[in-house]
């Protein structure tokens, strides 16, 4: 792989980790210290002891589908009469977040699901789990009920996941066919992982996404930004978008980044709209508690990129080496 030009390296992640209040999981870097090629290997004697090497990038199961939909026939039926109440106020706005799992292990899925503006729950009616395999097909894979607020869970069995690559599921409403649509990212352990926050980081500000959402202006992402990032999937790595954005916004966050040319990787997203609050007891422990997770799942976070203290605090503290967290604005 190339070296990535200077423009695209957005800045030193770790400066003056103390101020920030965080403890530097590895250790910080000198004045005048010098970064460390894109794809060179780790340099902290932490990182490299416990780095396991490179693994050639997985091939997609769903690569060559011609679409990741699954064909579902409506039952035309829900289990309480409220649920047409519900419908009523409008056009469905179901959102699932992306998982991370290891090969031949199973997979935990969530989805939301609700109605209109107003967003009103769907609940105690009936969600199917489809996957495709690797034969573009989509089999049921699960059954569950929504809860009080709207949320189901769904256990995929791991038989599903025989392949390291993507993939692609759905979580339908079996009443209307209307569904919540993510992916299943299985990996092999030790599998190169690179993590982008979002805003104001691969966009110009946190603002945009809210004008984005209330006005329907465009967001603009920042220039080589992904370009930096289809390098990274180039090279083999995992690009993973860990965002603070409520999984509400993650079906449109999704068509961003493939309308502006970032490559396919986990969107990953708080559940919580408390979670997604600016402050490290929010979104700074969801994402050190998603970052803990995925590295148990089996991926290598070699580097991260950021704008905020939370995701200083949040990367080295999940183990990432301070040397390769870089951040872009006035940290």
């Not at 809860?147 to 759905?170: K, M, N, Q, S, V």
């Not at 200083?312 to 940290?331: E, K, Q, S």
């Amino acid at each position: 792989m190339s070296a990535v030009p200077s423009r695209l390296v957005i800045g030193l992640g770790v400066l003056l980790l103390s101020s920030l209040g965080c403890e530097p999981a590895a250790h910080s870097l000198g004045q005048g210290s010098q970064l460390p090629e894109v794809g060179s290997p780790p340099v902290s004697v932490a990182a490299s002891a416990i780095a396991p090497p490179p693994v050639a990038p997985p091939t997609s199961p769903t690569q060559a589908c011609p679409n990741d939909a699954a064909g579902f026939r409506e039952t035309g039926s829900f289990r309480h009469g409220r649920t047409q109440l519900v419908r009523a106020t409008g056009s469905p706005r179901h959102s699932a977040v992306d998982v991370v799992t290891l090969r031949g292990e199973g997979a935990r899925l969530r989805g939301k699901f609700t109605y209109g503006k107003t967003r009103k729950d769907l609940e105690d009616e009936e969600i199917k789990l489809l996957v495709q395999g690797r034969d573009c097909r989509f089999r049921e894979a699960a059954m569950a009920l929504t809860d009080r607020d709207g949320f189901a869970t769904l256990e995929a069995p791991g038989g599903l996941f025989d392949a390291p690559g993507r993939y692609a599921f759905d979580l339908v409403v079996a009443g209307d066919a209307s569904r919540a649509s993510g992916s299943v990212w299985v990996v092999q352990r030790g599998e190169r992982a690179v993590v982008f926050d979002i805003d104001a980081t691969l966009t110009h500000s946190d603002g945009e996404i809210v004008r984005e959402v209330l006005f329907g202006t465009e967001t603009v992402p920042r220039p080589d930004a992904a370009k930096l990032a289809r390098e990274y999937a180039a090279d083999g790595t995992v690009v993973v978008y860990l965002t603070g954005r409520p999984s509400r916004i993650l079906p449109q966050t999704r068509a961003w980044l493939r309308q502006h040319g970032f490559p396919p990787g986990p969107v990953i997203g708080p559940e919580d709209l408390e979670e997604a609050l600016p402050t490290s007891e929010a979104v700074g422990a969801f994402k050190e508690r998603t970052l803990r997770g995925l590295s148990a799942a089996g991926l290598s976070l070699r580097l991260a990129y950021g704008n905020a203290k939370t995701d200083i605090c949040a990367y080295t503290h999940a183990g990432i080496d301070p040397r390769r967290v870089f951040i872009v604005g006035p940290h």
